[in-house]
C-alpha cells in the first residue's frame, strides 16, 4: 500500500483521536509511511475554531516526535498550512523555524468564504460557481508562487457540496494553475475526503489528474483522516484512479526533500 500524507488529531479541534492511535491504523494497513498534517497555527485570528494555537504547537511536536522512533511504519512530521493573501510573510517565517519533512499547501477560503464549510452552504447556491473556482484556482497559482509548500491539498475542493462548473471552465481555469504548481516543482496529492463528502469523488478529478500527469507533477496520497479509523481511506481506489491516469511513482518527503518510489504494483520504468 501507499504512503498516507494527510491526517489530523485532535489538536486541530475538530477531528478525534490521539497521533498513537492514528499511528496504530496506519501499522495495521501496513502503512510504508505516515505523515502528521495538522492546520498549521495562525496569528491573525484566522479561523481559529479550526486549528490549533501557536503555543499548542511545541506539544503537537512533541506528540509527533515521540512516534518517531517507529520504523514500519515511518513517521514524518508536516503541517497542512493555508494559503491566504497577507499571510505569506508570517507563514515564511515560521516554516523556516520548524524543520518539518512535509508542508502540504491548502486554500480553504475565497476571501471571508469558507468553501468547504457546510455552515456557509448557501454562499454556494448564491454564487456564480464558475467565477468561484476561478476565483480558487488563481489562488492556488498565487499559493504555488510563493514557493512556501511541497504539495497542494485536495487540488479541486471547492467541488466538495457538488457544485461544479462545466469541464471546458473546469480546464481552461485550472491549466494556468497547474503550469505555476509544475514550475515551483511542487507535488499534488490524490485525497480520499471527497470520497466522504456529498461529491462523492476523490480529489483531484480524474481530469485535473490527468492534467496534472501531462505536466510532470508528481503525487502522493493523502486520507486528510480526521479519526483514526480514516488512516489510508479507500487507498485502493486512489492508486487505480492514479495508474489510470499514467502515474507509475508516488512522492515522498524527507526534511521536504522530494524522492519518488514506484506505485506497489505498477511496472518499473
Ligand atoms: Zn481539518
Ligand atoms: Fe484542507
Ligand atoms: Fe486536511
Ligand atoms: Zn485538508
Redesign the pocket.
Known amino acids: 500500500m501507499v504512503s498516507d500524507y ?1 491526517v ?1 488529531t485532535s489538536l486541530c479541534r475538530h477531528a478525534e483521536g490521539l497521533a498513537s492511535e492514528f499511528l496504530d491504523q496506519a501499522r495495521l494497513k501496513n502503512l510504508p509511511e505516515l505523515c502528521f ?1 495538522d ?1 498549521a497555527p495562525n496569528p491573525h485570528g484566522y479561523d481559529p475554531a479550526s486549528r490549533m494555537a501557536l503555543e499548542d504547537f511545541p506539544g503537537y511536536q512533541a506528540m509527533v516526535r515521540a512516534l518517531q522512533g517507529s520504523r514500519s511504519p515511518r513517521v514524518l512530521f508536516g503541517v ?1 498550512a493555508d494559503y491566504y493573501p497577507g499571510g505569506v510573510e508570517f507563514l515564511g517565517q515560521w516554516l523556516a523555524r520548524h524543520s518539518f519533512d512535509f508542508v ?1 499547501g ?1 486554500v480553504h477560503y475565497l476571501g471571508d468564504w469558507g468553501i468547504d464549510n457546510q455552515a456557509q452552504i448557501e454562499r454556494w447556491r448564491a454564487a456564480d460557481v464558475t467565477d468561484a473556482w476561478r476565483g480558487y484556482f488563481l489562488l492556488l497559482a498565487d499559493l504555488a508562487g510563493t514557493r512556501l509548500f511541497d504539495a497542494v ?2 487540488l479541486d475542493l471547492p467541488k466538495k457540496f457538488g457544485f461544479v462548473p462545466p469541464e471546458r471552465d473546469i480546464v481552461e481555469m485550472a491549466g494556468p494553475a497547474l503550469d505555476r504548481i509544475a514550475d515551483a516543482g511542487m507535488s499534488i496529492e490524490v485525497n480520499t ?1 471527497g470520497l466522504r463528502k456529498p461529491i462523492r469523488e476523490i480529489y483531484p478529478s480524474p481530469l485535473l489528474l490527468r492534467m496534472a500527469r501531462e505536466r510532470g507533477i508528481p503525487i502522493c496520497f ?1 486520507s ?1 483522516a480526521h479519526k483514526p479509523g480514516e488512516v489510508g481511506f479507500e487507498f485502493a481506489a486512489a492508486l487505480s484512479l492514479a495508474r489510470k491516469a499514467g502515474y507509475t511513482h508516488a512522492a515522498r518527503y524527507s526534511q521536504r526533500k522530494r524522492t519518488l518510489v514506484p506505485l506497489p504494483g505498477a511496472a518499473p520504468e
Do not use: K
Request: glycine share 16%; aromatic share 0%.
Open positions: 494527510h489530523h498534517t492546520h497542512e502540504l491548502s491539498g485536495h475526503a493523502g486528510d
